[in-house]
């Protein structure tokens, strides 16, 4: 990018360079609106997406579950149905912040009592060594100025023989369905952006970063490179977004 290309210091929008304090601004400002807005934009298929995400993951009373990214806690309260305990953790204090309003202990209804909310780094967690039996990122990855960074660190906190999922925007194999996609994202999405977003330059950052993301090979190798195994992939929606999966090898540390 060239200089013409940064943003003011008090800009809310994110770009491609992913200085975390803007990563994390953008957020915390789209924080309140920001599950309704995804259901609009992505047509409901969020809901599907996260149903797929869990049934991988498959959570398990007695488990330690980091979701990772977590933003304001949807997908972690759908892991936390199965009785498993879920940390869920998100850059953004925005985020964090309408989680904890949303599920949290003074929450209507008591909250959700198998689910805690902290601020992390995914390029530096605040977690022990082996401390989780399965790890999950969904559509966060994407947002870390250093994402290979980003999953060793999530190797380092689960335990041997642990899982990872990924759920992230990807590339559709098919040309054609591709060159629909980049259509909706051009030129629907930011008309439907502005209608129901309080920050709708946020999502002109979301159709650069989607462009500019690698496709599901290049990641699968970026999970070998930082030491899992057992790497695969399944497209969801024509590729619009792939889930990722991996192991953490039973000698690893």
């Not at 994110?14 to 807005?37: I, N, Q």
């Not at 991988?56 to 330690?64: N, Y």
């Not at 999530?154 to 098919?174: A, M, N, Y």
């Amino acid at each position: 990018m060239t200089s013409n290309d940064a943003f003011s210091p008090d800009s809310h929008r994110a770009d491609l360079h992913k200085d975390p304090a803007r990563v994390s601004g953008m957020f915390d400002e789209v924080a309140a609106g920001y599950d309704r807005t995804n259901t609009v934009l992505s047509m409901g298929n969020d809901r599907l997406w996260r149903a797929a995400t869990t049934r991988a993951i498959a959570p398990k009373p007695g488990q330690r579950i980091l979701d990772l990214a977590a933003g304001t806690g949807a997908s972690s309260v759908a892991l936390a149905r199965s009785g498993a305990t879920i940390v869920a953790a998100d850059f953004s204090r925005g985020m964090i912040a309408e989680g904890v309003r949303r599920y949290g202990p003074s929450a209507a209804g008591g909250g959700v009592e198998n689910l805690t909310f902290v601020q992390a780094d995914a390029t530096e967690l605040p977690f022990a060594d082996n401390e989780f039996d399965a790890v999950t990122m969904s559509f966060g990855l994407r947002n870390v100025n250093e994402p290979k960074k980003a999953l060793r660190e999530l190797l380092r906190v689960t335990k041997p023989g642990g899982r990872i999922v990924i759920c992230e925007f990807s590339q559709p194999p098919s040309p054609a369905f591709r060159g629909l996609y980049r259509f909706y994202n051009d030129r629907i999405l930011p008309v439907v952006a502005k209608s129901v977003s309080s920050n709708a330059d946020a999502y002109d950052y979301l159709n650069e970063s989607i462009k500019d993301w690698p496709d599901q090979p290049t990641l699968s190798a970026w999970l070998r490179e930082a030491g899992w195994s057992d790497v695969a992939h399944r497209n969801l929606s024509m590729g619009i977004v792939a889930l990722h999966r991996g192991s953490k090898p039973n000698g690893a540390s």
